[in-house]
């Protein structure tokens, strides 16, 4: 079974940055492809950043294109999300989902295993 832990979360002004890491156990990481979505509230959850099995290939929500960058470090078992030039409308809690097939893939339902949430908070 496959465990993820979201932590990096908080309250920040606009324009401000914050890095949300996922910490993965239990499985085979450098296999699968990661995700970071996110959810606010009275809304669906959506994709913000996927990155596959080896880095290679990356995508990005258009809203977010230019602002955050999706990496991960395969001998930590680990993936970031580096969050730059925040905005109000970025708030929202902020799950790492992960693939267990290894192609990156923009589609909640796609993703196996779920992280339980990161909030983060962007005051204008």
């Known amino acids: 079974q496959v465990q993820l832990v979201e932590s990096g979360g908080g309250l920040v002004q606009a324009g401000g940055s914050l890095r949300l890491s996922c910490a993965a156990s239990g499985g085979t990481f450098s296999r699968y492809a990661m995700g970071w979505f996110r959810q606010a509230p009275g809304k669906e959850r959506e994709f913000v950043a996927v990155i596959s099995w080896s880095g290679r290939r990356t995508d990005y929500t258009d809203s977010v294109k230019g602002r955050f960058t999706i990496s991960r470090d395969n001998a930590k078992n680990t993936v970031y999300l580096q969050m730059h030039s925040l905005k109000p409308e970025d708030t929202a809690v902020y799950y790492c989902?992960?693939?267990?097939?290894?192609?990156?893939?923009?589609?909640?339902?796609?993703?196996?295993?779920w992280g339980q949430g990161t909030q983060v908070t962007v005051s204008s």
């Open positions: 989902a992960a693939r267990t097939v290894g192609v990156a893939s923009t589609l909640t339902y796609e993703y196996d295993y």
